[in-house]
């Protein structure tokens, strides 16, 4: 038993190294993907009653991954990786889910909330990072950051999905309130723990949120909040796009569909 855990829990590029857009990586983003467009198809008829019961069980699944994390990294990196605070987006996320999940006076903000967990998620899916490259497609880290970020992206479809959120245009704004909310919490979580902005001087540096410009060194560091800010609000309107576009094609269908019934009864007569 203690040999199957020192090889669930090490870091190891064997068997079937992960790499970015490599079969691996696509196979974890379809079989994601697929999982949740699924759950979403199954829950759609349920009654709201069991859809808000899934929500939860989702809400405290993250939370156990996020906590268990804490106490599984020292068997795989001798040491509690201190980027894991929550000032990520993807990280702070996950007491906030849990706020507007079982605490009614947060429930006027499940709608932003949820557009943020499905644009966060899904952009760290595509581009995982860390999770990428000399690592197994196997082990605990490549399983811990799939599984994650992909409960947190359940989450925030099925809200949508489902009908729990019912989305409008007009309440954008919140979303970007929150993004900037979360810029500012990370950007104290920056300074707090130290950014090294003179590379190679041997002090730990933190990037929470892509804002200090070391993650894409390409982009000037003064511009990386705006850019960073711009880029995910952007994303959220997408996902607000689609979804119109989604129910314009339903409409479209279902009025179709009543004409052609319309029409059948009109010729019977």
Not at 53 to 74: E, H, Q, T
Not at 160 to 165: K, L, P, Y
């Amino acid at each position: 038993m203690r040999n199957f855990f020192l090889w669930l829990f090490e870091k190891r590029a064997t068997p079937c190294e992960i790499t970015l857009f490599n079969f691996w990586h696509i196979f974890y983003l379809v079989l994601i993907v697929g999982a949740i467009i699924t759950a979403g198809v199954f829950l759609s008829k349920k009654s709201a009653e069991v859809k808000m019961k899934v929500l939860s069980v989702l809400s405290v699944a993250l939370c156990a991954l996020y906590a268990a994390d804490f106490f599984i990294m020292p068997l795989y990196m001798d040491t509690i990786d201190v980027d894991k605070l929550p000032f990520h987006i993807c990280t702070v996320l996950c007491p906030v889910v849990a706020f507007v999940q079982f605490n009614k006076k947060f429930e006027r903000f499940r709608e932003p909330v949820a557009f943020l967990a499905v644009v966060a998620p899904l952009m760290y899916l595509v581009y995982p990072g860390a999770a990428v490259g000399d690592l197994s497609a196997f082990c605990y880290k490549v399983l811990q950051t799939f599984i994650y970020h992909g409960t947190l992206l359940c989450w925030g479809y099925l809200n949508i999905a489902t009908g729990i959120v019912k989305p409008e245009i007009k309440n954008s704004y919140k979303a970007l309130i929150g993004i900037c909310m979360i810029a500012v919490w990370a950007m104290i979580g920056n300074l707090t723990y130290g950014v090294a902005y003179n590379y190679g001087d041997g002090d730990p540096h933190f990037d929470w949120f892509f804002l200090t410009g070391s993650t894409f060194p390409f982009v000037p560091k003064i511009l990386m909040p705006l850019c960073v800010i711009v880029a995910v609000f952007g994303m959220v309107l997408i996902i607000y796009g689609l979804w119109y576009l989604v129910m314009n094609i339903l409409d479209k269908k279902r009025a179709a569909s009543s004409a052609d019934e319309e029409e059948k009864e009109t010729a019977e007569v």
